[in-house]
């Protein structure tokens, strides 16, 4: 039975781009490469339906304030910009970092640059997501760790006092690599350092919420339903970004695509912390049609969202209490339906041997 829980839902619409590898720069779906974003976006808001409520755009990569008004139109009264996200990691100007720029003009251009994003969000009713995919480094030695990290802090605190003004919930979205292969804000912890720092600068970090990307703590070897968890209790979950992967890379494959466990574990202490913001979906469908494969991420997380609902709290409760992993899994398996009776035909298959 479908969960009665309604989760709000994003996609990002880089889904359904030419889906570009540094191997095919042409990207796997050249036949999209004509469309601008809001053609896309019409594609794809016609091709979802209602199984998304709003769409992500990266600031002046793929939404600006030119477009913002056609946007939404197309998205009309059903559907909503949920996120702007930060959009200068692909700026080939801002290859030695943004914020952590070594050149003082750069750093300012990039503040300017968030501000006005931060701007559109504000105007638009939307969060505004933080990826620093280009604040980092490539080799030892080629930085100045400590002014590097001062830049970086400087700058956001800039822009967070910034969102702060104009209302605006600022998310930070860490990751390990790609394309700088150190990024300052690697895991979860680095995220929080952030989040102390400028409080320790004197910044009101109430707004300062953190976005979870699944396939970026899984690459990290980061639990998802124990940090889900801290970050609820701690009032800094604002966001999900959900997909899967391999565990190596970014792959932002479909939802319950790999680590279905740990998946079915996040939408269990979400539903237990009282969770209440957007399961956004960030995916990549390399070589497969984005319109199915968003669909397919949706309806795979709410079967996954069933089966969490279908544990039962009680026996769960006792198994954890006792640091049962062979009980907490009977629940697990339970739910997935591996019933008492499935055991007694295992059992009695192997006493016929």
Known sequence: MVSKKRWKTSVGIWAFGTAPTRFVPGGYKPEVAGLDVTERLKRAVEGVGPLIDGYEFHYETEITDDNAPKIQEILGKDHCIAMICYGLVPNPRYQYGALSNPDPALRREAVEHMKRGIDLAASVGAGYIYWPGNEGYNYPFQRDYAKTWGYFLEGLQEVVEHANARGVTFLLEHKNSEPAMRILMRNIGMALFIIKKLAEMGT??????????????????????????????????????????????????????????????????????????????????????????????????????????????????????????????????????????????????????
């Open 204 to 353: 009101d970090v109430s707004r300062v919420k953190i976005n979870m990307d699944w396939q970026h703590l899984i690459m990290n070897g980061e639990p998802l339903g124990e940090y889900a968890a801290l970050l609820l209790s701690e009032g800094l979950l604002g966001h999900q970004h959900a997909n899967s992967g391999w565990g190596t890379f970014d792959d932002d494959n479909m939802v319950g695509a790999q680590f279905i466990e740990q998946q079915i574990d996040l939408l269990r202490e979400l539903l237990k912390g009282g969770y209440d913001g957007y399961i956004g979906f960030d995916l990549y469908p390399y070589t497969e049609d984005p319109i199915e494969a968003v669909k397919r991420s949706v309806i795979q997380m709410e079967f996954m969202l069933a089966i969490a609902e279908r544990m039962n709290d009680e026996e769960l409760a006792a198994a954890k209490a006792a640091a049962d992993a062979v009980g907490a899994y009977r629940v697990f398996w339970k739910a997935l339906g591996l019933d008492d009776e499935f055991e007694r035909q295992v059992y009695e298959k192997y006493a016929k041997r």
